[in-house]
Structures are given as structure tokens and as C-alpha cells.
């Protein structure tokens, strides 16, 4: 398994989360990893990707100040920190690796792993 994300649960709006990816080593050294979602109601949407082989991180407009990717070099996982929750950020969450350039990571088929989702919802 390259990719493996958790975290999720029942959060109210305001609140935080914090996602969690377990990643491979070769993908945690060489890879951008990236973090989508996506409700039933719309396509997989992209969040946010950092590289820290490049020096480069990227967030989606709604998430940007709110949200943020860190890593722990130790145990090879990759967090997205949510914080200031909505209601509308309720999705299923995805982690992913690319090693695809930075105009390319808001692009699902840009990523060539992919994590099974987990499942963030905010309470209004």
C-alpha cells in the first residue's frame, strides 16, 4: 500500500480536524502529495499539494488560510491541518502522490497513487 489516509469524523463548523496519510518511503521523499475531496454531488476537487523536495505548496482558494500540509519525517505521514471548518468542506477526503509539476497538481489524473478516502463531516 503507497497511500493510506484517516482522520476523519463529525466535526462542528469552527472546528478543526487534522488528516492523516501514511505514505511510502519513496513517495514521502521524492513525491508531491497532494489532498482532494469530493461530495456525490460534484467531481473530486483538489485542496491542496506540497513538495517538499521543491520547496512549493499549493491550497485552493476556499481552503487557503484554513488549512494547511505538514509532515512528520519520522513516521512517513503526511497531515492536512483543518481549521475553521464549514459546513461546505464536508467531503470525502483523498490523499494522493504525484511527481508531476506544480501547474499540474490541481489535476486528478496528474497523481499516479491515490489513498482510500475518509470521510469529513461538518455540523452546522
Known amino acids: 500500500v503507497q497511500l493510506q489516509a484517516s482522520g476523519g469524523g463529525l466535526v462542528q463548523t469552527g472546528g478543526s480536524l487534522r488528516l492523516s496519510c501514511a505514505a511510502s518511503?519513496?513517495?514521502?521523499?521524492?513525491?508531491?502529495v497532494g489532498w482532494f475531496r469530493q461530495t456525490p454531488e460534484n467531481q473530486r476537487e483538489f485542496v491542496a499539494a506540497?513538495?517538499?523536495?521543491?520547496?512549493?505548496?499549493d491550497y485552493a482558494d476556499s481552503v487557503k488560510g484554513r488549512f494547511s500540509v505538514s509532515r512528520d519525517n519520522v513516521k512517513n505521514i503526511v497531515y492536512l491541518q483543518m481549521n475553521s471548518l464549514k459546513p461546505e468542506d464536508t467531503a470525502v477526503y483523498y490523499c494522493?502522490?504525484?511527481?508531476?509539476?506544480?501547474?499540474?497538481?490541481?489535476?486528478?489524473?496528474?497523481?499516479?497513487?491515490w489513498g482510500q478516502g475518509t470521510l469529513v463531516t461538518v455540523s452546522s
Open positions: 506540497k513538495s517538499w523536495s521543491r520547496g512549493s505548496e
Open positions: 494522493a502522490a504525484t511527481n508531476g509539476i506544480r501547474s499540474t497538481w490541481p489535476i486528478a489524473s496528474t497523481y499516479d497513487y
Open positions: 518511503v519513496r513517495i514521502f521523499r521524492n513525491d508531491a
